[in-house]
């Protein structure tokens, strides 16, 4: 298995190539990804890691469609964010985009290729909650309605959606 640490930082994924553009990182490859080319043929991985990366670009659509580009079909995308609804989203200067799990859900939507060069399903989401009171409501209400009636009040850490690459109709 072919496995891509995207913005990989010092602590890349065990068995993965490591693409960042910082020299101190542990990148296999170094990169400027932000204008979404990643140096790597169509269908190079079975498997893209992006943990805490998406917010800190400036183009998150392309990042989308270039990691789509270079998965195989049926390959998978795991994607790691901070919610808005929590401090960490707003708290670092360099993030340019604040998620939602509806932000990533859009690339799963059908016709949502009429907008974007890429076609996902969504294989999982978890959105990551600390309060005991959090994990209740969440638990009783479920993710969706949890995150559109309560995050407000209990905020949601961390988004973490995988993703696998459909082909395009």
Request: hydrophobic share 40%.
């Amino acid at each position: 298995m072919r496995i891509l640490d995207l913005g990989c930082g010092p602590n890349k994924t065990v068995g993965a190539i490591g693409l960042d553009h910082h020299p101190a990182s542990a990148a296999d490859v170094l990169a400027d990804f932000e204008h979404g080319y990643f140096p790597f043929a169509d269908e190079s991985f079975d498997r893209i890691v992006c943990s805490h990366v998406i917010e800190h670009v400036r183009a998150p659509v392309r990042l989308m469609e270039e990691a789509w580009r270079v998965l195989k079909v049926g390959g998978t995308l795991q994607v790691k964010t901070p919610h808005y609804t929590h401090w960490t989203s707003w708290g670092d200067p360099t993030h340019f985009h604040h998620f939602g799990s509806h932000a990533l859900r859009h690339f799963t939507t059908e016709g949502s290729t009429v907008y974007y060069q890429c076609r996902y399903s969504m294989v999982s989401l978890d959105l990551r909650v600390s309060a005991l009171p959090a994990r209740i409501f969440k638990a009783l209400l479920g993710q969706e309605r949890f995150e559109r009636s309560f995050a407000k009040f209990f905020p949601i850490r961390e988004i973490i959606a995988e993703l696998r690459k459909e082909p395009m109709a």
